[in-house]
């Protein structure tokens, strides 16, 4: 059972940045996707970022140019650098990975963005 862990989350000032990480218990090489999703209070979970196992990314619209995914084999890591963050960007942050047979959630990192 592959297990995935998120961290970074934090409290940051508006315009300011985080760096959340996901690490994958096994291999990143037996996922084919790999992304997060937040779910901010009162609204529904939605897909923040996803990237493949070849590198393409795809952004929802209101983080691009402003949030960045990457992977590392190596580490067996996703991040997500999230930059210019706003009070709307608040949220439980989920890293997920998408296998030929399933899909693993993370538990979640609050990511709170106030002055």
């Known amino acids: 059972q592959l297990q995935l862990v998120e961290s970074g989350g934090g409290l940051v000032q508006p315009g300011g940045s985080l760096r959340l990480s996901c690490v994958v218990s096994?291999?990143?090489?037996?996922?084919?996707?790999m992304g997060w999703y937040r779910r901010a209070e009162g609204k529904e979970r939605e897909l923040v970022a996803g990237i493949t196992s070849d590198g393409r990314t795809n952004y929802t619209d209101s983080v691009k140019g402003r949030f960045t995914i990457s992977r590392d084999h190596a580490k067996n890591t996703i991040y997500l650098q999230m930059n210019n963050l706003k009070p709307e960007d608040a949220a439980v942050y989920y890293c997920?990975?998408?296998?030929?047979?399933?899909?693993?959630w993370g538990q979640g990192t609050q990511v709170t963005v106030s002055s």
């Open positions: 096994g291999s990143l090489v037996s996922m084919d996707v």
């Open positions: 997920i990975g998408t296998g030929p047979t399933a899909a693993y």
